[in-house]
């Protein structure tokens, strides 16, 4: 699976738009872009998932540019309650027996009012 | 609805006592399932993934295993704790339709 490399933390204040970018050079032609929120003493949670291009949901927009070897998750207005930590990941959309969804350390958003 | 479950909740438990935790997943067949833990400020950590019963695969060696009775159960035990088991331990399964899905997670203290 390819690895990923993310910010440690970042800082933020209430109603700015955030971008997390995410760097993943080694990705494979398979492998898709996920992103996962954690709240703390919670499980992750899905975000948003993508290939290529820009994909948008109702909670995030996520950019991928051409080479894909970078993404980019944009949280619009943030609130206090998107203080969390954010995983990116890299490889198929679902697991098996070869494909195992590993986190890395992920990026610790912290939102100021 | 696909739902994941896992119980308990939070567990303090003293070192040298077993471990047993569950997982059930409903809503779905032949899921894959997994077993994460995850330190103090730390990320997560593959333990444990089955891709079907009584096949469980470990990616790290540890003081701990991991069992599937049934399609949709996943345990994760233990027969003698030590104080560096102490995590949070997240159980979660994917599909081809659905992705990963997480369970709410167990706070295990070891005393």
């Known amino acids: 699976l390819a690895k990923t490399t993310q910010p440690i933390s970042m800082d933020s204040y209430e109603g700015q738009e955030v971008n997390i970018t995410c760097s993943h050079n080694?990705?494979?032609?398979?492998?898709?872009i996920t992103w996962y929120q954690q709240f703390p003493s919670q499980g992750p949670r899905f975000i948003i998932q993508?290939?290529?291009t820009k994909v948008t949901n109702e909670v995030a927009s996520l950019f991928i540019p051409a080479d894909r070897k970078s993404s980019t998750l944009s949280l619009p207005r943030v609130s206090l309650s998107d203080t969390a930590v954010y995983y990116c990941?890299?490889?198929?959309?679902?697991?098996?027996?070869?494909?195992?969804?590993?986190f890395g350390t992920g990026t610790l958003l912290a939102v100021q009012p | 609805s696909q739902t994941i479950h896992q119980w308990p909740a939070t567990l303090v438990q003293p070192v040298g006592s077993p471990l047993s935790l569950e997982c059930t997943v409903e809503?779905?067949?032949?899921?894959?399932l997994y077993w994460y833990r995850q330190a103090a400020g730390r990320g997560l950590q593959l333990l444990f993934y089955?891709?079907?019963?009584?096949?469980i695969s470990s990616e790290v060696p540890q003081n701990l295993s991991a069992s599937r009775p049934q399609d949709r159960q996943f345990i994760l035990s233990s027969k003698k704790l030590l104080l560096s088991d102490s995590g949070f331990y997240l159980c979660?399964?994917?599909?081809?339709?659905?992705?990963?899905?997480f369970g709410s997670g167990t706070r295990l203290t070891v005393v």
């Open positions: 979660a399964w994917s599909d081809r339709n659905y992705g990963y899905t």
């Open positions: 080694n990705i494979a032609t398979n492998d898709y």
């Open positions: 993508g290939y290529k």
């Open positions: 990941l890299v490889g198929p959309p679902y697991g098996g027996a070869t494909n195992k969804l590993i």
């Open positions: 809503g779905t067949s032949n899921p894959n």
């Open positions: 089955s891709v079907g019963i009584g096949q």
